[in-house]
């Protein structure tokens, strides 16, 4: 009976354990630059400008689904060469299909759900990501990380399916074989439930 028991308890553990890893692992939703932590969800445009940063648009959404609750952005910030990163940024959104309001209140109240850092932007500045700088950051250290190398991808990408979002280490382009770029971005589910 004893057996049987200790039994009963090793599969339900390991049905939570299962569980647990169903989502992915647990990796940080945030990326430290020039001093300060960017947490993905809850760092807003404002924040970023009020530490000096500039902004200036990369794009605009191409199309929205009709059940969305937020619209995304895209904007660099810049300090000047070798302080700059890109950030996708999400506002409520209004239903309608001319989004002008929405550009229009963005670069200061959308909130960051995407950053994204390459090794010739953060030359001037700090900029690190679990621990590790991102100057430092190679492929092995994706892999060891949990990544898994994207086949089908246009330049050399690993990516990581995290519980809470997603990270993608990639080449500068297609003839390269060296890490350049690193991105972090929260899956929308999670980013939508933190504005709750």
Same mark, same amino acid.
């Given at each position: 009976?004893?057996?049987?028991?200790?039994?009963?308890?090793?599969?339900?553990?390991?049905?939570?354990?299962?569980?647990?890893?169903?989502?992915?692992?647990?990796?940080?939703?945030?990326?430290?630059?020039?001093?300060?932590?960017?947490?993905?969800?809850?760092?807003?445009?404002?924040?970023?400008?009020?530490?000096?940063?500039?902004?200036?648009?990369?794009?605009?959404?191409?199309?929205?689904?009709?059940?969305?609750?937020?619209?995304?952005?895209?904007?660099?910030?810049?300090?000047?060469?070798?302080?700059?990163?890109?950030?996708?940024?999400?506002?409520?959104?209004?239903?309608?299909?001319?989004?002008?309001?929405?550009?229009?209140?963005?670069?200061?109240?959308?909130?960051?759900?995407?950053?994204?850092?390459?090794?010739?932007?953060?030359? &001037?500045?700090? =900029? *690190?990501?679990?621990?590790? $700088? /991102? !100057?430092?950051?190679?492929?092995?250290?994706?892999? #060891?990380?949990?990544?898994?190398? &994207?086949?089908? =991808? *246009?330049?050399?990408?690993? $990516? /990581? !399916?995290?519980?809470?979002?997603?990270?993608?280490? #990639?080449?500068?382009?297609?003839?390269?074989?060296?890490?350049?770029?690193?991105?972090? $971005?929260? !899956?929308?589910?999670?980013?939508?439930?933190?504005?709750?």
């Amino acid at each position: 009976m004893k057996a049987k028991g200790l039994l009963i308890v090793s599969v339900i553990c390991l049905l939570m354990g299962l569980t647990a890893c169903a989502g992915g692992p647990e990796m940080p939703m945030e990326l430290t630059v020039d001093g300060h932590t960017i947490v993905l969800g809850k760092t807003t445009m404002k924040e970023m400008t009020d530490l000096g940063y500039e902004v200036y648009v990369t794009g605009t959404p191409d199309t929205i689904k009709k059940d969305a609750k937020y619209v995304p952005f895209y904007y660099s910030l810049t300090k000047g060469v070798g302080n700059e990163m890109f950030v996708t940024v999400c506002v409520p959104w209004g239903g309608s299909a001319d989004v002008s309001a929405e550009q229009a209140s963005a670069p200061s109240e959308g909130i960051i759900k995407r950053v994204e850092v390459r090794t010739s932007t953060v030359e &001037k500045v700090a =900029a *690190s990501y679990n621990g590790e $700088e /991102i !100057k430092e950051l190679t492929f092995e250290k994706a892999i #060891e990380w949990g990544a898994k190398q &994207k086949e089908d =991808a *246009s330049v050399k990408t690993y $990516e /990581i !399916k995290a519980k809470d979002g997603f990270l993608k280490f #990639e080449s500068e382009n297609t003839s390269g074989e060296d890490f350049h770029t690193f991105s972090v $971005e929260l !899956k929308m589910d999670v980013f939508e439930k933190m504005q709750k």
